[in-house]
């Protein structure tokens, strides 16, 4: 399709990879656990103060390694999806 690369292609992940804030597959900030105390959501990825709230998207990723996190966002939603949910 005639498309040419126009800038310097980084080989080494850490340089390619650019600080928090700065790219658009940021994950973390509502983290899962088993305590409603210390965790935003229950292994299911539902939110213990609205019960009908499930979180799927990466916001319960306790990090990001440097590729995209898209897959592994669309298994956790096929998984926390209500029909499996305990509660």
Known sequence: ?????????????????????????????AMMGENRQTSVTNEWCQTWDVKNLFLNDGAVFASNADKNPTLTIMALAWRVRPITSPD
């Open 1 to 29: 399709m005639g498309g040419r690369v126009t800038s310097t292609v980084k080989t080494d992940g850490a340089e390619a990879i650019a600080p928090g804030g700065f790219i658009i597959h940021e994950v973390g900030g």
